[in-house]
């Protein structure tokens, strides 16, 4: 599985890439973002607090025309949830955060829209390869109780400031919804990450 991730990243820069030399319709760039991230079991239900962490990464996009176009994403993506509950050695309960890191790559569809198409809208499957895991009160490294890729939609809304010909700044929000139960053993409702974020960025058109 991590292996079938960096090609797919690589291979979508690459084609990202070959275009750029056909037509100049790509836009690459960065960004950071401030994250509220939770699970919920099945039916939508969350006994969890909101754990707020940083995420950052990468982008690219491929114009098919002025409204439409294909971006990727390679984030460095936090998630996990706060006051959740763990057993130390001796059985007691203590509260502590669970923290979730992924590398996380969404490919999407993204639609400009308005009357200088600063609007964009985009929507579409993601994949994440988990880094790392940790119950941070106890400082405890608990990956093995976790599954090592997420799976889900993607979606967000933003407005691009054009600064000149080939820079723009752009700010939007973003979320995630996973499909996929976040433990590896799990007997009970399956749970899944959630992740919403404010992201500020830049984007240079090649």
Not at 7 to 33: C, H, K, P, R
Not at 132 to 154: C, H, I, M, P, R
Not at 164 to 185: A, C, H, P
Request: aromatic share 16%; proline share 1%; hydrophobic share 40%.
């Amino acid at each position: 599985m991590k292996k079938l991730l960096w090609i797919a990243s690589i291979s979508i820069f690459g084609i990202f890439n070959g275009y750029s030399q056909d037509n100049g319709d790509i836009e690459l760039g960065g960004g950071v973002g401030v994250s509220l991230s939770n699970v919920s079991t099945t039916d939508g239900q969350s006994n969890a607090d909101y754990l707020t962490s940083i995420n950052g990464g990468v982008s690219g996009e491929y114009y098919f025309s002025d409204r439409w176009g294909i971006k990727t994403k390679l984030i460095y993506d936090n998630k996990g949830w706060s006051d959740g509950f763990l057993a130390d050695e001796i059985e007691f309960l203590v509260i502590t955060d669970f923290e979730l890191c992924y590398l996380t790559i969404p490919i999407m569809a993204n639609w400009h829209f308005g009357s200088n198409r600063n609007w964009y809208l985009n929507f579409g499957p993601y994949a994440g390869l988990l880094l790392y895991a940790e119950a941070s009160e106890l400082g405890l490294d608990v990956k093995d109780n976790f599954k090592s890729t997420d799976f889900g939609l993607a979606l967000g809304i933003g407005y691009k400031f054009e600064i000149s010909d080939r820079m723009k700044l752009y700010i939007e929000y973003d979320g995630q919804s996973g499909f996929t139960d976040v433990f590896e053993n799990n007997p009970g409702d399956a749970v899944r990450n959630s992740r919403s974020s404010l992201n500020l960025g830049i984007l240079f058109k090649l």
